[in-house]
């Protein structure tokens, strides 16, 4: 067994999660009145044609990756965090952090924090322009927001 | 010479020194809120109905209507420079528009979405004087089997929009139609997908899409690269002058666009988004460089800004005439109206002419404000790309984050964003194109609820489809569309053969 | 979401609480709200509940009828759902209200939603609408009786509405069907996204009739109209540019359907909180800022107080059960 391409390890993915889907689509229950095409069909057509798509996909010959979409080179160094892979990984995390604690810590404080946390995380060191330009960027929408356009934004631990 | 009289008769409204201060603040408004992503002209006019109600209802009309075109207009801005479309109408715009500003040409490419999008909205505004009254027969000449038609012929674009491999555009499709059918059916009232999640019942917001996939991928994708400033070079906003052969080039496609954007707003449900697709693909399959669109390409910037502007005007033919709502924004519109005490309807025009033709003169004004406005602001605005690149990154996180929570106020629609970033990241990863996922996002659900729709007035039949002639026209011309390229390349070839 | 920021408020009100204790005790039982009360609209910018909410905050304080602020929220998802989840978990909460109406029955009873109206404090009824069944104005039909006779010959007659099966233009149609002793399940009813957009393809001529919401359809009909009016769910003929619409009653069809809309509060809501809404809202009518945006925006005052409101709920929860257990809808 010759190892699998790109294209066809994506394919075997593709193919199971349309069986995954395929079978969701079945339990999507009958409406009671009649009708020439229920809520089912169509999605049962999808499951089918992306299974039928990725079995395609596997018979396709992947195109050359260009060099430069292959960031190996960077990830050998440093620590996990600082690796590119790590800086994806960090973020992700912050924003769902953040999307966890906007509520309880309020629109204000938690998007200031997040933008001065990943601005400094992602290397700049000039701590007052950073935090100068989280706090007005931040300010300034929350007051847009709720000041001229009327939207209510969670306020949190800070009195606005 | 009548339109001409009724149009003096609208300036005279539309130039007196408070309904031109009301222009101002419109567009000047619109232009902001579009700018911002998530921040969407709909939340904004139904803000707005308290402070228009004690108006002049044409004053009113003419403020709220420059918030609307004002936003479409500004919405290519954040398009442009980071990837995340302020409004869903510019979508399209980023296509080719934030690769331009990649490659240094941001000023180029803000000064084109600036003309275009003037001449897109002054074109259709010249249309909606002179046929707003016929055009609503062709409004409601539209009924389930030709949308359904009419999706068809959108979704062909597909093809042309999956640039490297077919198989992966047509994959990313399916699963732009996938996502569009999740929550409640409206045809049965059934849920479908939603994992027993109220949050999902009403379906996934284009716009979460769109930007978790556009900017959220693309910051990630940066990150990954590296993070470093070896992409952007300095001095990056570029000039903002076009050279005459640049002008050629994109006059026309600004007219071709200009007028299909705008018979795509004059249908009830369209709107700006699918005029702005439709205008993009129809220019990239007609043009000799077709495939370099998506990496620059002005005309991919050029084409989608003027349909995007004419279909927000076109909008305003069913609402004022018909006193049928074609879109959230315009439903928004006609809530105010009728609480200002006017019902647009067939009777409108002539009951009260002030509101109709004062807002149509005030249209061109406002279009010559919004060009006025923005090209000087250009260098400006484009000034943000010079922020280091830490910082920038994370103002697009923030602003991405702050528009989706805006659309919602809702957590759950944060993580999905989070969740829609990584996938985007991992289809540029392994080459699978965007676009035809947004695109099938948008038109997936409406393809499917009109033609079950048309399916259940005809009891079953199919036939409804081919019995109609707009709707069989439409499917001709998907089925031609299609095969244009494969009997072109036969031809071609047996050419080389003889 | 906004309970945290109910929270940090009472935190701070507890003093004042404790003052106004005592000065209670003093003073009669008058309760009044202690900073801002949250206004809910359980869906997005623009809709009904929207357009209620924020006319009713625009009123309260243009009128100086409360010196207190009534901040419009809005809380989309799951057609309410999701709002009244929230809503539900911020028990004896006086000052959190949220607008209403029929979907606040149906939706429970589709299954869509885990808590109904018993899960919440009614505070009073406002305003009703009715439904309005109309054709196209060339069309062959003149009277109710008209189409009710071409929908029993033909079932497969195309009734467009605003809504998706099973929720207010479905039942306000089958219901009609039903009370003329056609089979309720029969309709043909064709969900569309809104009535304006049933209404399009009415003029069209791509559906047969159309019914939707009385005041929605008003800017549609008068003169020069591409539409004709066959019938109105109401009581009594309604005022106004549809006082020649005769009413169902009028025609022999013994049924009635309002598109209410009203105010509800959270669970086990304080009675003082309860009756001082009660008496803010009913003072609310009475001013003219407050008939002006109504007569504009085609309401018509239908005011129930709290018991009344409960009461009518029940009534209405029932009704709407019938209908949808004939059409085989309703949800487990």
Not at chain 1, 62 to 88: H, K, N
Not at chain 2, 70 to 88: D, E, H, M, R, Y
Not at chain 2, 385 to 406: A, Q, T
Not at chain 3, 213 to 240: N, P, W
Request: proline share 6%.
């Amino acid at each position: 067994m010759t190892r699998l391409n790109t294209n066809q390890w994506l394919a075997v993915v593709l193919l199971a999660f349309s069986v995954l889907y395929l079978g969701f689509a079945w339990q999507v229950p009958a409406f009671p009145l009649p009708r020439p095409v229920d809520s089912d069909l169509f999605p049962k057509v999808l499951g089918f044609i992306l299974a039928f798509l990725s079995v395609l996909l596997f018979f396709e010959k992947p195109a050359i990756q260009e060099a430069s979409d292959e960031p190996e080179d960077a990830t050998q160094q440093g620590p996990f965090w600082l690796s590119p892979w790590g800086r994806v990984v960090i973020t992700s995390l912050a924003i769902a952090a953040y999307a966890l604690l906007l509520v309880p810590l309020g629109f204000v404080l938690a998007s200031t924090l997040l933008s001065v946390g990943l601005t400094l995380y992602y290397g700049y060191r000039r701590h007052s322009i950073n935090l100068a330009a989280s706090l007005s960027v931040v300010l300034g929408l929350y007051l847009l927001m709720t000041k001229v356009m009327d939207v209510y934004l969670p306020t949190g631990v800070l009195p606005f | 010479m009548e339109a001409f009289n009724n149009l003096m008769y609208g300036f005279g409204i539309a130039l007196e020194p408070i309904n031109i201060a009301y222009v101002f603040a419109g567009v000047f408004a619109g232009t902001i809120i579009g700018m911002l992503p998530g921040l969407g002209p709909i939340s904004a006019l139904a803000l707005m109905i308290p402070i228009t109600f004690s108006m002049e209802p044409s004053s009113g009309l003419i403020l709220m209507a420059g918030v609307y075109y004002g936003a479409i207009f500004g919405g290519s801005t954040s398009s442009i420079l980071l990837n995340a479309p302020g409004v869903a109408g510019t979508v399209a715009t980023s296509f080719d528009g934030y690769p331009m500003a990649k490659k240094g040409l941001a000023g180029k490419a803000l000064a084109i979405a600036a003309y275009s999008s003037f001449v897109g909205g002054t074109v259709s505004v010249i249309f909606l004087m002179l046929v707003a009254p016929l055009l609503s027969k062709v409004a409601v000449s539209f009924g389930p089997p030709e949308y359904f038609a009419l999706m068809v012929l959108g979704l062909t674009a597909v093809v042309s929009l999956s640039d490297k491999s077919l198989v992966k555009g047509l994959i990313a499709a399916v699963i732009g139609v996938m996502i569009s059918i999740v929550g409640i059916d409206l045809q049965t009232g059934t849920e479908r997908f939603t994992f027993g999640s109220a949050h999902l019942l009403d379906g996934i917001d284009f716009l979460v899409v769109a930007l978790g996939i556009f900017a959220l991928a693309e910051v990630f994708y940066m990150l990954l690269r590296g993070g470093g400033g070896k992409e952007a070079p300095r001095n990056a906003i570029g000039s903002l002058k076009l050279s005459r052969p640049e002008m050629r080039e994109i006059a026309g496609p600004v007219g071709r666009s200009s007028v299909l954007g705008f018979f795509t707003g004059v249908l009830p449900g369209a709107g700006a988004t699918i005029g702005s697709f439709l205008g993009y693909s129809m220019e990239k399959r007609i043009a000799k460089d077709g495939d370099t669109f998506g990496q620059g390409n002005i005309k991919g910037v050029a084409a989608p800004e003027a349909a995007n502007n004419a279909a927000c005007t076109g909008s305003f033919v069913p609402l004022l005439t018909l006193g049928v709502p074609g879109s959230g924004t315009t439903a928004v519109l006609l809530g105010a109206l009728l609480v200002m005490g006017i019902n647009p309807g067939p009777m409108m025009i002539e009951q009260r002419p002030d509101v109709f033709w004062g807002v149509v003169a005030s249209m061109y004004i406002g279009n010559i404000f919004l060009l006025v406005l923005n090209l000087p602001l250009i260098p400006l605005i484009a000034k943000i790309l010079d922020l280091p690149r830490p910082l920038l990154l994370s103002m697009i996180l923030i602003f991405c984050m702050i528009g989706v929570y805006g659309l919602s106020f809702s957590v759950f629609d944060l993580l999905l964003l989070l969740g829609f970033g990584l996938i985007g990241l991992g289809m540029r990863l392994f080459g699978f194109p965007a676009a035809p996922l947004i695109l099938a996002l948008i038109l997936g659900d409406l393809m499917e609820e009109s033609m079950r729709r048309a399916l259940q007035i005809s009891g079953g039949d199919w036939g409804i489809f081919l019995e109609k002639p707009i709707s069989l026209a439409l499917l001709a011309v998907a089925l031609f569309s299609l095969s244009a390229p494969v009997i072109k390349k036969r031809l071609k070839r047996e050419v080389i053969d003889t | 979401m906004p309970s945290l920021s109910i929270k940090r408020l009472s935190v701070l009100a507890l003093p004042f609480a404790a003052f106004s204790a005592i000065a209670g005790q003093v003073q009669a039982q008058e309760w009044t709200p202690d900073g801002s009360v949250e206004f809910i609209a359980p869906a997005n910018p623009g809709g009904g509940w929207d357009t209620l909410v924020r006319t009713m905050s625009r009123v309260i304080q243009q009128e100086e009828l409360a010196d207190e602020n009534y901040a419009a929220i809005n809380v989309p998802g799951g057609g309410g759902a999701v709002a009244w989840a929230q809503i539900a978990r911020d028990e004896g909460n006086p000052q959190k209200l949220f607008a209403t109406s029929p979907p606040m029955i149906l939706v429970p009873l589709a299954g869509a939603s885990r808590y109904d109206h018993t899960d919440f404090t009614p505070v009073a009824r406002l305003i009703t609408d009715y439904s309005i069944v109309l054709v196209d104005a060339d069309s062959d039909y003149q009277t109710l009786e008209d189409l009710l006779n071409a929908m029993e010959e033909d079932p497969g007659l195309s009734v467009g509405g605003g809504s998706a099966p099973g929720s207010m233009d479905h039942i306000s149609i089958a219901g009609l069907a039903s009370a003329a002793g056609l089979d309720a399940a029969a309709v043909n009813y064709i969900p569309f996204s809104g009535g304006g957009d049933a209404m399009t393809n009415l003029m069209g001529g791509h559906i047969e009739a159309v019914i939707t919401g009385a005041g929605e359809s008003v800017g549609q009909l008068g003169e020069g109209s591409q539409l004709r009016a066959l019938g109105v769910s109401s009581e009594e003929r309604l005022g106004g540019e549809l006082a020649e619409i005769p009413t169902y009653k009028e025609q022999g069809v013994d049924y009635t359907f309002d598109i209410w809309r009203g105010v509800m509060g959270t669970p086990d809501m304080p009675e003082e909180a309860v009756s001082y809404y009660e008496n803010l809202f009913a003072e609310m009518l009475e001013t003219d800022g407050w008939q002006e945006a109504r007569d504009q925006l085609g309401w018509l005052d239908a005011y129930q107080d709290s018991e009344a409101f409960g009461a009518f709920l029940d009534d209405q929860q029932a009704l709407f059960s019938n209908v949808l257990s004939e059409l085989g809808l309703l949800g487990e």
